[in-house]
């Protein structure tokens, strides 16, 4: 398997600007998990879905963020409108949560700066 | 509630040094343990779980449910040990969390030649 799959890598923007970040999780995983890590904040949980559906957006900052699942392999998180404070690594993580919970597996994240 | 407490935000030893990064729990049920660690600039990778009592890169970790402990030790450090290590939990007893993690804030270690 390929792994947990985000994307861009990087993202350079203006503020103001729309920004949209992708995360394709492992196969067979129901639970997928966004996060963002800065220095002054350390890791953070935005929302999480589990089979499809938001189970937790308590973390999202604020009506500028939105994050969604259309279906079982694809999610997005967008920021509309950009500010320089969004700037940080966005995380993707996914699991398999049932009887057993497994453990999240981490994509690459995504480097956010917003001018 | 359940919450994770890592009281050493940096953590530097001499290559060769023991090492241990501290991490207690609160959490009334059984949790799940884990420690994950990022290198820099990288992902958060597994490192390791309780339950599987395991030793990975030299690590090992053991659940104290008496002191509500998780720490983490090596005999022995790297400089390629060098990295931010996390702890995490799951609440195994409430299948409501769905998977979701709790993580402590981190410690940054650096390993000095």
């Known amino acids: 398997d390929a792994g947990v799959i985000q994307s861009p890598r990087h993202e350079v923007t203006e503020m103001g600007q729309e920004v949209t970040l992708r995360c394709k999780p492992i196969?067979?995983?129901?639970?997928l998990f966004w996060y963002r890590q800065t220095m002054m904040r350390g890791l953070e949980l935005l929302i999480y879905?589990?089979?499809?559906?938001?189970?937790?957006d308590s973390g999202m900052p604020e009506d500028r963020f939105s994050a969604k699942m259309p279906n079982a392999s694809f999610s997005t998180l967008k920021i509309q409108p950009s500010e320089p404070r969004d700037s940080a690594v966005y995380f993707c993580?996914?699991?398999?949560?049932?009887?057993?919970?497994?453990?999240?597996?981490f994509g690459d994240g995504t480097r956010l700066s917003i001018l | 509630a359940q919450r994770v407490t890592q009281p050493e935000k940096l953590l530097s030893v001499f290559k060769g040094a023991p090492v241990e990064l501290k991490c207690n729990y609160s959490?009334?049920?059984?949790?799940?343990l884990f420690w994950y660690v990022q290198y820099s600039r990288q992902r958060l990778q597994l490192l390791l779980r309780?339950?599987s009592r395991e030793s990975i890169k030299g690590f090992t970790a053991d659940l104290n449910k008496g002191e509500t402990s998780f720490h983490l030790k090596k005999p022995f450090a790297q400089e390629e040990d060098s990295a931010m290590y996390y702890c995490?939990?799951?609440?195994?007893?409430?299948?409501?969390?769905?998977?979701?993690?709790?993580f402590g804030r981190g410690t940054q270690l650096t390993v000095w030649p």
């Open positions: 879905f589990n089979n499809n559906v938001p189970i937790d």
């Open positions: 959490y009334s049920g059984s949790p799940e």
């Open positions: 995490a939990l799951i609440p195994a007893d409430r299948g409501s969390t769905l998977g979701r993690l709790y």
């Open positions: 309780h339950i």
């Open positions: 993580a996914s699991s398999f949560a049932g009887y057993s919970n497994q453990p999240q597996h």
């Open positions: 196969s067979g995983h129901n639970s």
